[in-house]
């Protein structure tokens, strides 16, 4: 390492994408590597995730038959987020993704032997690890401090130290560590109120936010921004998932047997569509819509014990829906969440919705039930139930649980930040949460965002040793 250097490379966060990123340059050659980590514990919101990562042409696919590539995860990838984001940094992105589900395994990573769908592809590129996001970060811990990796918790980086235009470490208050480059993968803002409501505001905007990431994702990364001249990229992106404001639990997928409806009153999509489109559909109706059922599905579904999604995910140990079951419903009733009705006019009546939109629509509805057939938004015939039986239900819902951000650092596929003057800024890398650009307008499903973490923390910290060893 040269003289008066601290570290070769500076590594600004724990979740996945600062430990691959640590890893990854141990790998490469840095002789000294330190983490600096603003919360009492590593992980981030990675060790709260599913640890879902999507990778095509991997060995684990190849063991189930399945046939992938990355040229086809590329091609959804793009063709889902109609080519708004980072094209060659997407690339890449579907380049690495496979072998890095692998390299996590080499590591030591167990996943699951079932693969499943993230959204819309065509065959499973997911893998599921066992043990969850908190397994893939112990099992990265424990590579990193193998490695002779540094971790210094409860030490938030809260300004870069620069020279000459160039990123030449960070500081703590008034100490400083000097480093031969700098990879940012400090997360997102969920838990900053005042940076989500400027930069993702289609989230703070539904007045029901709720954010299910780490305390430490306060926005760190677009402080840095502004500090060296860094480009942002990203606004009013990131993931919501949909949420009946009952009560702040986590709940990916609407079961199946809820029938969905605008503030027309008007049926809109399949309900078991995957939550990254179904953000988008309910944010071009203005974020708000109504699920509708009868007490005999509330009955039915509360009986079998089960939530009834379209997708289960390995190892998950959720099995009644925590928010559409008979006890909870009952509940909101009462507290005036959920409004209840002997027919359909009155149920449209107390839920402000167009009385007629609302009964031709349950008509229809059970016209397709009857028919075994969803002839206008083809739900799997199996998730099919009637709407027939009083009392009925409406309850407002809204795409508030906010799982991640995704405005930040605009990086090339070498993870180098990019700044105001198109150019590299010198020193500064950045992964996982804290980039912008990699994540579109469509989240393209479970799996997206970890995998970005982790692929683009390994090519983070690769570029990031290269740099510094000279």
């Known amino acids: 390492m040269p003289a008066g250097r ?28 330190l983490i600096a980590e603003s919360q009492g514990m590593v992980g981030g919101s990675s060790r709260l995730s599913g640890g879902l990562m999507m990778g095509a042409g991997t060995r684990y696919q190849r063991a189930l038959g399945i046939e992938d590539d990355a040229d086809t995860l590329f091609h959804d990838y793009m063709q889902l987020n109609q080519w708004v984001v980072e094209s060659a940094v997407v690339r890449r992105l579907a380049e690495l993704a496979g072998p890095t589900v692998e390299w996590l395994g080499d590591l030591g990573v ?17 893998h599921c690890p066992i043990g969850r996001g908190q397994a893939v970060v112990d099992v990265l811990l424990r590579q990193c401090r193998s490695a002779g990796v540094e971790v210094a918790l409860g030490q938030r980086i809260d300004r870069l130290l620069t020279e000459n235009g160039a990123v030449v470490g960070g500081s703590v208050g008034e ?23 400027s930069h993702f505001p289609s989230a703070a905007d539904t007045g029901w936010a709720w954010y299910i990431g780490a305390e430490g994702s306060r926005g760190d990364h677009l402080d840095f921004a502004a500090q060296v001249g860094a480009q942002v990229m990203g606004h009013d992106r990131g993931l919501r998932l949909l949420h009946a404001d009952f009560a702040r639990i986590y709940e990916a997928y609407l079961p199946g047997w809820l029938m969905l409806v605008d503030r027309q009153g008007r049926r809109f999509c399949d309900e078991t569509a995957p939550y990254g489109i179904m953000d988008g559909l309910v944010h071009d109706r203005g974020d708000v819509a109504y699920v509708i059922f009868d007490q005999a599905a509330l009955d039915e579904a509360t009986a079998a014990g ?28 009462t507290a005036g969440k959920v409004h209840r009705a002997k027919s359909v006019a009155e149920l449209a009546a107390g839920s402000a919705l167009p009385a007629e939109h609302l009964e031709t629509t349950v008509a229809r509805y059970n016209d397709a039930v009857a028919a075994g057939e969803d002839f206008d938004y083809l739900k799997d015939a199996k998730f099919l139930w009637p709407i027939a039986t009083p009392p009925f239900y409406a309850a407002e819902i809204r795409p508030a649980t906010v799982c991640f951000t995704a405005c930040g650092l605009r990086i090339d596929r070498d993870a180098r930040v990019i700044g105001e003057s198109g150019q590299p800024v010198p020193g500064l890398f950045a992964a996982g949460e804290s980039t912008g650009g990699i994540v579109g307008p469509r989240y393209v499903g479970s799996g997206n ?17 290269q740099l510094a060893i000279p």
Not at 6 to 32: E, I, M
Not at 326 to 332: A, G, N
Not at 449 to 465: D, K, L, M, P, Q
């Open 110 to 126: 167990e996943y699951y032997d079932q693969l499943v769908f993230g959204g819309d592809e065509r065959v499973p590129r997911v």
């Open 306 to 333: 089960v939530a009834r999604y379209k997708q289960r995910i390995p190892g998950s140990t959720k099995k009644q829906s925590p928010h559409w079951n008979t006890d909870i419903v009952e509940s909101m009733v």
């Open 449 to 465: 965002s970890y995998a970005n973490c982790v692929t683009f923390g390994r090519v983070a910290g690769a570029s990031a040793a």
């Open 175 to 197: 100490d400083t560590l000097t480093a031969g480059a700098v990879v940012v993968a400090s997360g997102g803002f969920g838990a900053n109120p005042e940076k989500l409501a």
């Open 6 to 33: 601290d570290v070769d490379v500076l590594v600004v966060g724990s979740g996945a994408a600062g430990l691959a990123a640590a890893l990854s340059a141990r790998q490469n050659g840095a002789s000294s590597v």
